[in-house]
């Protein structure tokens, strides 16, 4: 199995697919994984793919230092600097959102665009502060089997791929994961969201009402945001309406793809 290694030797698990000359790195939710995407595994087709599971997360090591979203982000970089991999296009699902926005702040000539799949830059409804909340107080008295269910049955397009992702959840203990929703419901980049240089596409299932209002924070403060809707879709986009959002993302990444006639963002 193929592992990258960090700064500080924490050994990451990755997957690298797909012989495209366009990367797309995976940003997956906590706990999750990266099987979260396994329903965008025909985009290998038409571009290389970065699977990876954060650290603490699935196969993927950790150390006992406190987890944080900025040290998310810079294990992310030193995985695709020991790939060698350079402008690139970030999918960041939900919380994984918040870490792609974090890498785009910190290493932006490398993101040429995100796409963030039910995105938030910060916790302020009263809705998403109470699943946070739920993630945090289950985590803290170790029920990890219970949010593996729950997890794996809200994303499972398969009765196969629902076990399959609950089993992959269980991978990762409570602490990791307690420490992950902390950091979930603390994060706020909202005032930064002016500096991120590199093009957003949002992406919100038409169902997944206590999110909609975070596109007005992206549009007002991010001149290049394009939000799209899924219509039916609830939060588990990349699962269960894996056709729709392969299209989006195919359209997104073709518009906005570095060619050799583009001047680079790093040259302005």
């Given amino acids: 199995m193929p592992y990258a290694s960090t700064r500080d030797d924490v050994r990451i698990f990755y997957q690298l697919v797909g012989n495209g000359p366009i990367t797309l790195v995976?940003?997956?939710?906590?706990?999750?994984?990266?099987?979260?995407?396994?329903?965008?595994?025909p985009l290998a087709?038409?571009?290389?793919?970065?699977?990876?599971?954060?650290?603490?997360?699935?196969?993927?090591?950790?150390?006992?230092?406190?987890?944080?979203?900025?040290?998310?982000?810079?294990d992310i970089f030193d995985v695709?600097?020991?790939?060698?991999?350079k402008n690139f296009f970030i999918v960041g699902y939900s919380n994984g959102a918040s870490i792609a926005m974090e890498f785009a702040l910190t290493y932006p000539p490398l993101v040429?665009?995100?796409?963030?799949?039910?995105?938030f830059p910060k916790v302020n409804s009263v809705l998403l502060f109470g699943e946070f909340l739920l993630g945090i107080w289950a985590t803290k008295v170790d029920q990890m089997p219970l949010i593996a269910k729950v997890i794996g049955h809200a994303h499972a397009y398969?009765?196969?791929?629902?076990?399959?992702?609950?089993?992959?959840?269980?991978?990762?203990?409570?602490?990791?994961?307690h420490e992950m929703y902390n950091e979930g419901v603390k994060y706020d980049c909202t005032s930064k969201l002016k500096e991120i240089k590199a093009p957003i596409l949002l992406v919100y299932g038409q169902r997944d009402y206590y999110v909609h209002h975070y596109q007005k924070e992206f549009a007002a403060l991010h001149q290049q945001t394009q939000i799209i809707y899924i219509s039916k879709a609830k939060h588990q986009v990349p699962t269960r309406f894996p056709n729709e959002f392969n299209t989006i993302l195919q359209i997104f990444i073709n518009k906005h793809a570095p060619t050799n006639d583009k001047t680079s963002r790093k040259n302005f």
């Fill in 45 to 74: 087709k038409k571009f290389r793919l970065l699977y990876l599971d954060l650290r603490g997360n699935g196969r993927s090591g950790r150390n006992e230092e406190p987890i944080t979203i900025p040290m998310l982000a810079t």
């Fill in 26 to 41: 995976f940003i997956h939710p906590p706990g999750m994984g990266h099987v979260t995407f396994k329903q965008q595994l």
């Fill in 80 to 85: 695709c600097q020991e790939l060698n991999l």
């Fill in 158 to 177: 398969s009765k196969e791929f629902g076990r399959e992702l609950e089993s992959y959840i269980l991978k990762t203990d409570a602490s990791t994961l």
């Fill in 112 to 119: 040429e665009g995100l796409i963030l799949v039910g995105a």
